[in-house]
């Protein structure tokens, strides 16, 4: 059984008691991670405090923090490979986008390592004779909840921010993918990070996760996951005036134009959906088509989508499996309504014959003429399926794009570079792409949402402020 890691070492669960890891591609178990309970939280939030208040960690400048973070980038790109392969297995990825996202974690310790030194406070003008200042400082220990969908780039953002700022971090990685995160720690240790900086502990959310986010010694909490845990989270923190930053789900729109780039948009619209088998918050899961150009882009997209294959990580298909059999049925039932309600599906792609049968697959689908009130075009369904519907005009194309509980990203494409600043400021997102579409990306660019897609901003510079505390300090003199 994988134990947690706390403290610069591994340490066994108190419970003794273990859960099963899964290959999605698969449905068999192959690994068993340690169960956390409340003395492993415990523990772990000790060993950061303790790394905080009085340890090596707490004493470390700016500078060095910055460049033990540096370090760890390199490491990480010393290990590249194997820990793309633990990613792909252990969600399931092709390994391409395991790939990526074992690039994309060396990408955010390497900015965050740079920015470790930049961040800085200010001089204010005040009353005669007194100088006052600020001072962005750390939280203290700051907890993490990680989903499944991006363990290794939701981590590097989030861990990456906070120890560049200076705090001690508890981590509380999701019980469906944890494993290569407990190895990024054990490299985080190689490469001389203080005892207590970072620590993990895996388990069930409903017990560490919630463990962590009640205990007393934890100062911020940083939570990834959907808005239903996101409201227990901040309901839990709210008791002990914890500052919380949700990174929660979404619904975005991608809103074409008949004057747009097709060639160019096509294979950007179609990546955004199934990228990670369209299991990604920033998920580009609504196609919203101007309805003169409605049949043509639904032609487009449709002959794209019928060439797309699912199939084991390991193919590196289009899309791998989803990452759970809750998660397949789920995902199965939004078709089944579809079907019900008499929404069409434009095109299909195929899981390949190769795909084992216990394996959790789903193949990618395009439907059209979704009514906009529709579950399909309400709900997140985090999985390959994209939602068609028509607009008007550009008024209609707001309406639309804004008409869900949701906003984290939105992509507007046309020709027309004034209509394109003019949505932007309309559409309620926390990033707008205009004739391109990041889903997921950007390690520099601040990302978060509005409404339901929560609140607070990680990646980027911008990050850091979230990271820290701002203190004001005044001076009388003569
Ligand atoms: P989830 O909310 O079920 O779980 C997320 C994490 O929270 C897991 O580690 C889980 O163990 C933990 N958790 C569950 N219950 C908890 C509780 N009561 N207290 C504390 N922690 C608890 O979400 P999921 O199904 O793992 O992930 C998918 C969701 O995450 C989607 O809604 C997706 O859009 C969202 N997401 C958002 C972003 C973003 O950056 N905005 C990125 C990735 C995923």
Known sequence: ???????????????????????????????????????????????????????????????????????LAVKVQDHHEELAQIESRDCGKPTRQARADATALARYFEFYGGAADKLTGETLPYAQGYTVLTLREPHGVTGHIVPWNYPMQIFGRSVGGALAAGNACVVK??????MSLLRVAELAAEVGFPPGALNIVTGYGHEAGDMLVRHAGVDHISFTGSPRVGVLVTQ??????????????????????????????????????????????????????????????????????????????????????LIRKTQQERVQGFLRDAERDGIAAVARGVVVSEAPSGG????????????????????????????????????????????????????????????ALRLSRKVRSGQVFINNYGAGGGIELPFGGVKASGHGREKGFEALYGFTVLKTISIKHD
């Open 360 to 419: 959790f697959y789903q193949a990618p689908t395009l439907l059209r003429d979704v009514p906009v009130k529709h579950r399909l075009a309400q709900e997140e369904i985090f999985g390959p399926v994209l939602s068609a519907m028509p607009f008007d005009n550009e008024a209609d194309a707001v309406r639309i794009a804004n008409a869900t509980e949701y906003g984290l990203v939105a992509s507007v494409w046309t020709r027309d570079g004034s209509r």
């Open 236 to 321: 839990a923190a709210a008791e002990r005036h914890v500052p919380v930053t949700l990174e929660l789900g979404g619904k975005s729109p991608q809103i074409v134009f008949a004057d747009a780039d097709m060639d160019a948009m096509v294979p950007v619209v179609l990546n955004a959906i199934v990228q990670n088998a369209g299991q990604t918050c920033s998920a580009g899961s609504r196609l919203l088509i101007e309805r003169s150009a409605y049949e043509q882009v639904l032609d487009q997209v449709g002959k794209a989508f019928a060439a797309l294959r699912a199939g084991p990580a390991a193919m590196d298909l289009d899309c791998g499996p």
């Open 1 to 71: 059984m994988k134990p947690h890691f706390i403290d610069n070492r591994a340490v066994a669960g108190a419970s003794g008691q273990a859960i099963a890891v899964i290959d999605p591609s698969t449905g068999e178990e192959y690994e068993r991670i340690a169960r956390g309970n409340a003395a492993d939280i415990d523990l772990a939030v000790q060993a950061a405090r303790r790394a905080y208040d009085e340890g090596a960690w707490g004493r470390l400048s700016a500078a060095e923090r910055g460049r033990l973070l540096l370090k």
């Open 173 to 178: 990685p999701a019980e469906d993918a944890c």
